[in-house]
């Protein structure tokens, strides 16, 4: 008997056996027969299918649309170098499956965006390891859209964890219940800028010289051409340029990994805090599945930079939550206004994140980021005031790259 096989057959009776401490429904069988989705194989990801696996759960699917790199070797502990290139699903899956056996792992390399409804209803549950805003809200959207309140089989509930260098949280959402994802955009951390003066004339960081090169420098050297944070040669550009720039201010500090992560935007991951989130996603989950216990009420926050601090509180609903509330929106605005004036409005919304707004009354289109031609015909619109466009409290459907479903707004004039 192998040693995988002497753990599997000894852990079962530990994890199916009651307690006095449990609830009077626990159904610990419910481990072997439910079937959980992983959403991301990063480093929360690996995290999580450990966990879950460890646990007892032996039917996880995962999806992930990246391939392992180098890089991610120092905390995503599935992953080889000689792994280096391949699918982060189908390696962790792999990795998972042979170290414990009865636990079987189906992987998907792809987007998430690539499966429909169908397959997310044949989940007991999801849970999010996702480095994305955009891919949370989209699956957020498309789980509560799945929700039936006449048919209780289609709720479907989302634990949501993510982590910030030494800060991380988890979250349940159960569609129609709880604050979804979209109801707590403005909790969202805003990518770091700086002011485009600063950076033209007076640099005093050396972050100031990278996005010196990136976002003035690059444009003039390659117009047409959109910065690729993964090309090497592109960041060793950015590299030498800031460099420069650093010499002529006698400013230290520009690295490579440094000029990558501004490009990027990124954020160091900490191990850690991956363990502490993805332990509490896997906590959730096995509360959940086997009722064991009464379920996080509903969102965890984890600090871990100034000691180590935890707070848990419950998230309120928003009643105008584009997702599961009224997803109506009602604006004063004066009529001399311009629509481009308007969508720069649209855009500052913190609860909503445009990037780029596309907006149709119920007549005509008013103006269309895409398709080309479109946006090429309506963009005569943009400088004409409101008074020529709409009437006084008509109701206008928004779209945007950043938005899961379009929104309704009611344009009032004053």
Not at 55 to 79: A, C, E, P
Request: aromatic share 8%; glycine share 6%; hydrophobic share 40%.
């Amino acid at each position: 008997m192998t040693h995988q096989t002497q753990w599997t057959t000894s852990i079962y009776p530990l994890l199916e056996r009651t307690g006095p401490f449990a609830n009077t429904g626990f159904e610990p069988e419910a481990l072997h027969t439910c079937k959980i989705l992983v959403i991301g194989a990063g480093g929360l990801g690996c995290e999580l299918l450990k966990n879950l696996a460890l646990s007892g759960f032996k039917d996880i699917h995962v999806i992930d649309m990246d391939t392992i790199d180098i890089s991610n070797l120092n905390r995503q502990f599935l992953f080889r170098q000689s792994d280096v290139g391949k699918s982060k699903a189908e390696v962790a899956a792999n990795f998972i499956m042979k170290r414990i056996v009865g636990c079987k792992v189906t992987p998907y390399f792809g987007k998430i965006q690539d499966k429909d409804t169908e397959y997310y209803s044949q989940f007991t549950l999801i849970i999010c390891g996702l480095d994305s805003v955009e891919a949370r809200r989209w699956i957020n959207a498309t789980v509560v859209g799945m929700f039936d309140p006449e048919d209780p089989s289609t709720l479907k509930p989302i634990i949501d964890g993510g982590t910030e260098g030494l800060k991380g949280q988890s979250r349940i959402i159960l569609p129609s219940f709880t604050a979804c994802y979209e109801c707590s955009l403005e909790m969202q951390t805003k990518p770091k800028t700086f002011p485009i003066c600063t950076i033209a004339n007076t640099p005093r960081l050396p972050e100031h010289c990278i996005e010196f090169a990136s976002v003035l420098e690059w444009p003039k050297h390659f117009p047409d051409t959109k910065i690729d944070g993964d090309d090497p040669t592109h960041i060793k550009w950015l590299l030498n340029t800031a460099l420069e720039r650093a010499k002529e201010f006698n400013i230290a500090g520009v690295t490579y990994s440094l000029t990558q992560g501004v490009v990027k935007n990124i954020i160091p991951a900490i191990a850690s805090t991956n363990a502490i989130v993805a332990a509490s996603c896997a906590n959730e989950a096995f509360k959940i599945v086997t009722n064991c216990s009464i379920y996080l009420n509903n969102y965890m926050m984890y600090t871990g930079d100034d000691s180590i601090y935890t707070l848990t509180f419950p998230l309120e609903k928003k009643e105008n939550c584009s997702v599961c509330g009224s997803a109506k929106v009602n604006l004063d605005i004066s009529k001399e206004k311009t629509l481009l004036e308007l969508i720069d409005i649209l855009k500052e919304l913190p609860e909503f994140q445009l990037k780029k707004p596309s907006l149709r009354s119920l007549k005509t289109s008013l103006y269309m980021q895409a398709p080309p031609f479109l946006e090429e015909k309506t963009r005569v619109n943009l400088d004409k005031p409101l008074m020529e466009l709409i009437t006084n409290g008509e109701e206008l459907t928004i779209t945007d790259i950043n938005l899961p479903i379009s929104l309704q707004l009611t344009v009032t004039f004053v």
